[in-house]
């Protein structure tokens, strides 16, 4: 989520370069008084150690990645505050090393090579992911020496945790967890086609799979150009929506293979059906086109679009840029609900997180530097002086009303009470390959393939795959 601090802070120290009568690019830097919020905190036991005595202070830690998330350059930009406690109270300072989003582990390789590993780089899922693989070829290092997952400062995130785990040994400083996607809707579009709100269904425990394909049903109509989904998330999300995953990884970091789920296979005939009966934006036979070139939310305004599952930080570009596309925000056309829940399942509604996540490079210089900095960001994550910002510039500069809000923390309760990983993203090739043929075959296929066609054609591919990534591991970790 983009912290914008644009309220009355405690400091705020601008640091101008100029030349030639010029303006050049500023560093923003702020600061939070949280006296009140250390000691709230204190009480339950959640405590940053003392700069006198803290391991990795008054050090630079060097940061590998394609952006540089921790100098800010306008109150516009997004504020780590962490990073600035990590500064201010501990004198510590972060070495944007930067690079190439294609290039990023060819470098990371070069320079573990070469003797001078960065300290840290993103470690995320999907795009960003280096779990399992990067690990398994020794670029990054356990991180159980420096992490405690049992403090209650990191309370909350072991369970992610334990999805990033080889032999026993955690991978991945998992510092703050976010919600992978939810059901965004335009309420004027949903009255005008007198369909419930999922908002007040959700409310009611009437938020199902079938409430939701009746209203995709209904809607659609390929004559008026207008589909109920579009976009690259919805049938990923109805997976995710039971709970399970296709490929699951065990305490002990082993994968197997879960594609026999009964529940995955209820997801997998809806997402069928909806693909059978043209409830999703193409053009043509071309199942892969997306409407206005892959524009975010393009037709939900119009009333072309029912549904465009997708995350939750899509709502915080500008106003006028959300209200062009979602709906009047500032009248209260947009809003959400979560994902809708299974209903021959058990009875609970999921929520897939997304993770904010370091890797610690093999060998580095500074582990203690990059713990503690995560320290930081930890502790801010939870300090609800912080909190309370966040929630007020999402209602002041963003124009949430309070049901947005309110839906905000619905949906980060559900991820965080049934914590679940998509896996995906850094897994080898012929791995990565069959997993993409099983979520994509019956969206993308011109004819939509059955669950069990799709079974039957990747089911010995996927198990033997799987077993090859276990004994990489077995041989490389």
């Known amino acids: 989520m983009k912290r914008i601090l644009t309220l009355s802070l405690a400091l705020i120290m601008i640091f101008v370069l100029v030349g030639c009568g010029k303006e050049k690019r500023q560093i923003i830097k702020l600061t939070l008084s949280t006296e009140d919020s250390e000691a709230i905190l204190a009480a339950a036991g959640i405590v940053l150690p003392d700069a006198e005595e803290a391991k990795g202070a008054n050090s630079t830690v060097t940061w590998l990645a394609w952006y540089d998330e921790f100098h800010n350059y306008s109150e516009d930009e997004i504020i780590n505050t962490g990073f600035y406690t990590f500064t201010e109270k501990y004198g510590g300072e972060v070495e944007w090393i930067e690079c190439d989003y294609f290039e990023r582990m060819n470098d990371l390789a070069n320079l573990v090579l070469a003797g001078n590993p960065p300290d840290f780089t993103p470690f995320g899922t999907n795009s960003t992911a280096v779990y399992p693989m990067a690990c398994i070829k020794g670029q990054y290092q356990?991180?159980?020496?420096?992490?405690?997952?049992?403090?209650?400062?990191?309370?909350?995130?072991?369970?992610?945790?334990?999805?990033?785990?080889?032999?026993?040994?955690?991978?991945?400083?998992?510092f703050d967890l976010g919600v992978a996607n939810v059901v965004p809707y335009n309420r004027r579009v949903i009255e005008e086609w007198g369909f419930d709100d999922p908002a007040e269904l959700y409310a009611n425990d009437e938020w199902t799979w079938d409430v939701f394909y009746e209203m995709c049903m209904e809607f659609s109509d390929g004559d008026e150009n207008r589909y109920a989904l579009d976009g690259y998330a919805y049938a990923g999300a109805l997976v995710e929506s039971t709970g399970q995953q296709m490929l699951q990884v065990d305490e002990n970091g082993v994968f197997y293979s879960n594609l026999d789920s009964p529940e995955i296979e209820r997801a997998q005939n809806l997402i069928y059906d909806l693909a059978k009966n043209d409830c999703k934006y193409h053009e043509g036979t071309s199942m892969w086109a997306l409407r206005n070139n892959a524009t975010f939310g393009a037709g939900v305004k119009d009333g072309l679009c029912l549904f465009y599952v997708i995350g939750i930080s899509f709502f915080t570009d500008t106003v006028e840029e959300v209200s062009a596309l979602w709906g009047d925000i500032e009248a209260g056309e947009l809003m959400f609900a979560p994902l809708p829940r299974d209903p021959q399942g058990d009875g609970i509604y999921y929520e897939c997180s997304t993770?904010?996540?370091?890797?610690?490079?093999?060998?580095?210089?500074?582990?203690?530097?990059?713990?503690?900095?995560?320290?930081?960001?930890?502790?801010?994550i939870v300090d609800p002086t912080v909190v309370r910002i966040d929630r007020k510039q999402l209602e002041e500069v963003y124009k949430w009303n309070q049901e947005m809000l309110e839906m905000w923390d619905t949906c980060r309760e559900i991820a965080l009470a049934n914590q679940r990983i998509d896996l995906t993203g850094n897994l080898p090739d012929g791995l990565q390959n069959t997993i993409n043929n099983l979520g994509n075959g019956i969206i993308r296929n011109t004819t939509p393939s059955t669950w069990a066609q799709l079974k039957e054609q990747n089911q010995e591919s996927f198990d033997y795959y799987i077993d090859e990534l276990n004994s990489l591991i077995s041989e490389g970790v």
């Not at 490079?361 to 930081?376: E, F, T």
């Open 142 to 174: 356990p991180v159980d020496d420096y992490i405690d997952y049992d403090d209650p400062l990191w309370a909350g995130m072991k369970e992610t945790a334990d999805y990033f785990v080889l032999k026993g040994q955690h991978y991945g400083i998992i």
């Open 355 to 380: 993770i904010s996540a370091y890797g610690m490079v093999k060998d580095c210089k500074n582990p203690d530097g990059v713990a503690l900095l995560a320290a930081c960001n930890r502790f801010k």
